[in-house]
Structure formats: C-alpha cells, structure tokens
C-alpha cells in the first residue's frame, strides 16, 4: 500500500487527544452513566485499523496518560488497555473488515473486560468505586463504535482499507 494512502501521525494523536479531553468533560451524574468509554474506544479502533502505527506500547503509553490524569493508581488504565488492547489486536485480522455494528458486538465482552479489570483494581486498591459507573460505559461504548467509525473512515478515508 501506498505511504501517502496511509492515515497520517497527526490523525492519530488528534483523535487520542480528542478522546482524553471528552473523557475529562464533566457531566451531570445521570449524563456521567452514559459517556462510553472514549480512551479504551479509540485505542481499540486504531489496534484494530493500524497495528503497526498504534501498538500495545502506544496503549499502554496511553493508559499511562489516563491514569496521570484522573489521579489512579499509576498502571492501572495502561494494564486494563494492555491486557483487552492484546486481544484486540489478537482479533484484529479477523474482525477489520466487518461492518461497524458487527465489531462492536464482537469488541462488547473485550470492552466489558477493561471494565472489569478496572473494577477489580480499584477493589484490591480499597477505592471505592460505583459500580455502575465503571459497568455501564461498556453498553455505552458499544452503541458509540459505529459513530466513531463513520467519523475516523471520514477523517482518514484509507484507515479502513489496511
């Protein structure tokens, strides 16, 4: 494939940035329970279209950053990316090319996983963590892949075509 075909670095770092500031946003409680996870989201989306640009370095490099900025346990955002992005990319060559409500129903359990992992760190951690809000981000997310699919094949047209 040609190089110039190829999403640029600065679509990448744009959407990754785009992603911490609206996962920062604050939101009246009952909003709170509806924002999908957007870092885990656009991570996956980029192991998922661009492997070799956006690796399970940049996911944990990543969840480094997330963690940085909501004051968690310094690990524990990059260990649940790593750990669901590894199996992200694991699926990567088979589920690229499926239609957009297809993956997300596929990503569904990997997305209920990083929930999961966050849960648990936070329980061995004794932070208190409303379940609900660490849970309900998984349905959220789901419904939100095909969005964010439509919007990153019309910001990088040949994301989708590697």
């Not at 951690?125 to 609900?132: E, F, G, P, V």
Request: glycine fraction near 4%; include cysteine; charged fraction near 10%.
């Amino acid at each position: 494939m040609n190089e110039d075909r190829r999403p640029s670095g600065l679509i990448i770092m744009v959407s990754v940035l785009l992603a911490l500031v609206l996962s920062k946003v604050m939101l009246p409680d009952p909003l709170a329970l509806l924002r999908p996870a957007m870092v885990p989201m656009v991570a996956f989306y980029w192991l998922l279209m661009m492997p070799d640009r956006f690796g399970l370095t940049m996911a944990a490099l990543l969840g480094l950053v997330v963690d940085v900025l909501t004051g968690t346990l310094l690990g524990a955002h990059a260990f649940a990316l790593t750990v669901s992005g590894y199996l992200v990319a694991r699926m990567a060559l088979i589920i690229r090319f499926w239609p957009a409500w297809q993956q997300s129903l596929a990503l569904l359990p990997l997305w209920g996983l990083y929930a999961f992992l966050m849960f648990w760190i936070d329980g061995v951690t004794h932070r208190n963590a409303d379940a609900l809000l660490r849970f309900s981000p998984v349905l959220t997310t789901a419904i939100a892949w095909p969005l964010l699919c439509a919007m990153m094949a019309w910001a990088s047209p040949s994301a989708e075509e590697n």
